[in-house]
């Protein structure tokens, strides 16, 4: 389906929430070693500001450089519960994103933001508590003539991202996570979580024999 210049996928399955919540309680870096360390976004997107932390249904969008006009047509698709990954190619000549769009994201329902370009508006997007992860930050405003599409698969960071699937992000960085493979990450995770909790005992433990 073709909207102008900007094209539209067909709709798509989204996870259910309570399955978003689980996801919630564990890091990225967890959720990761649970999935072979396998679908891990690139470092080099990171949170805009500390602390920043998101979980959703990707929604994604591809763009040509310096253009947001996909972006912008993304929001009409926008479901509560959905995290908005954007291939903007790395650019880093011009923001996709600033403060405005962060918060109609946000009103719309979306979870957050992960970009593979630059944004704008750290400070603002920062005090409006708005979860956004990109490659770096430029004042730089885009053009918006598109073309682009939506709910297509896109690549960023070196990893595939369909819609549907599932985007953990925190200070650490970014996860992708299938639908199909959401019950084994979770099922590994546990074991993670413990084997970790023991490691900090014995850590605990070392630290009373040498004081």
Do not use: C
Not at 6 to 19: I, L, Y
């Amino acid at each position: 389906m073709a909207q102008d210049n900007v094209r539209v996928a067909p709709g798509w399955d989204r996870v259910e929430p309570n399955v978003l919540d689980r996801l919630r309680t564990h890091s990225a870096a967890n959720l990761g070693d649970a999935l072979d360390r396998l679908n891990i976004v690139d470092g080099g997107i990171a949170p805009i500001w500390p602390g920043a932390r998101a979980v959703g249904t990707a929604l994604p969008v591809l763009t040509v450089a310096g253009d947001n006009r996909a972006v912008i047509d993304a929001l009409d698709h926008i479901r509560p519960g959905d995290l908005v990954v954007i291939n903007a190619l790395g650019y880093d000549g011009r923001a996709i994103i600033g403060d405005n769009l962060a918060q109609r994201f946000a009103a719309f329902g979306a979870t957050g933001a992960v970009v593979d370009g630059y944004v704008r508006d750290r400070a603002i997007i920062e005090r409006l508590g708005v979860p956004v992860f990109a490659r770096g930050l430029t004042p730089a405003g885009p053009f918006k003539n598109g073309p682009g599409t939506i709910g297509e698969p896109v690549a960023i960071g070196g990893v595939v991202v369909h819609p549907g699937d599932v985007v953990v992000a925190d200070d650490d960085g970014v996860i992708v996570i299938p639908p199909h493979r959401i019950e084994e990450a979770l099922t590994g995770v546990e074991d993670i979580v413990a084997r970790e909790a023991e490691l900090d005992a014995e850590v605990a433990a070392l630290r009373e024999q040498v004081a």
